[in-house]
């Protein structure tokens, strides 16, 4: 049986009918820009993810490139982050000029592994970004702490965490800038790009909406070279229709995990930690073998699928060569890149397929 790694046109026949209105009012109302769905998906946001402040921009990378321009990051400055993310994690610290800092990460929860952020500080040293890989958030209060020593901001990288939780604290609320992705295979996706910075500050928070619209308060009076970063009205339309699913999706992929996690006990296959102080959504369901390219060859002829995030940490990437990492620094995200393959999570993954992924994987790595 084939099993695909993500069905998306499963979730849209389930809300089909909703999801088609509220894109057919917005061509009623033609505000296409920064229209009502916006702001009320703002709202909404705010409330969920227990913030002051939420401001949707055109995806979860302007999001991070707005929160850190906002942090005054520039050329010149140091940017502490993970080794093992997505590419944006890191390109972005790059694009405003300022140097990635990267570090290893966990061996359980492939996390930063905040003991070794204090290490890199340097007088140069502007920020930190954890980045709250898989749906599991980073161990966070360590990391506020040495935040809070060295006076520097925290930038939370929560694109793969919304409704994530932290010691009972939602992922994103927590540093001074919390950054999420509507990227259609995120938890919470859109029908294109999308993205949203939240926050708690005043000033911080006037500062991104002023970003997003080319750096001008009130229009045509530009304070600094700013984006055109907005998030289309007809993707507020579509998340907020989503927005009210996500608790019971979100379960879905829990149980989903649970399933996977009882499956795979006392085999050989390691399964994605849940860290007490961690509530896991589960964007992705990360497991590591020994023997990875012998299951992803049966799997890809069973035709089940699965994916590696990431198979290049950030310190082997050719554009950050000159940065002059060396291998042996980093030996977790290593040991990770070398190891890891997520499998089907999606919260409508049928009970019979999740047998066909368990069946095949155990035949393989077990
Ligand atoms: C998806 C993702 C991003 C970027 O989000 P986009 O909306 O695709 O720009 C950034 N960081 C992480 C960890 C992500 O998974």
Known sequence: MAVPLLDLSRQYRSIKDKLDQAVLRVFEHNQFILGPEVTELEKQLAVFCDCKYAIGVASG?????????AASVGPGDEVITSDF????????ISRLGAVPVFVDIED??????????????TSRTKAIMPVHLFGQSADMDPIMQIARKHNLVV?????????????NRQAGSIGHYGCFSFFPTKNLGGAGDGGLVTLNDDDRADFVRILRFHGAKPKY??????????LDTLQAAVLLVKLDYLPRWT???????????RAFKGTAIK????????????????????????????????????EIYYPVPFHMQDCFKELGYKPEEFPRTSRAAASVVSLPIFPELTPEE???????????SG
């Open 251 to 261: 379960e879905g992929r829990r149980k989903n995990a649970a399933s996977y996690d």
């Open 108 to 121: 359980d929860t492939y996390n930063i592994d905040p003991n070794a952020v204090e290490k890199v500080i």
């Open 85 to 92: 993310s997505f590419f944006a994690s890191a390109g972005v």
């Open 61 to 69: 990378t302007d999001a991070l490139l707005l929160a850190l321009r």
């Open 155 to 167: 930038v939370e990288d929560a694109a793969q965490a919304i409704g994530a939780r932290y010691r």
């Open 221 to 230: 009076y530009h304070r600094v070279i700013g984006y055109n970063s907005r």
């Open 271 to 306: 399964t994605p930690v849940a860290k007490e102080y961690a509530y896991h959504i589960y964007n992705q369901y990360t497991i590591a073998v020994e023997n990875r390219e012998e299951l992803m060859r049966v799997m890809k002829e069973k035709k089940v699928g699965h």
């Open 354 to 364: 999740q047998e066909e992924v368990i069946a095949v994987v155990k035949s393989i």
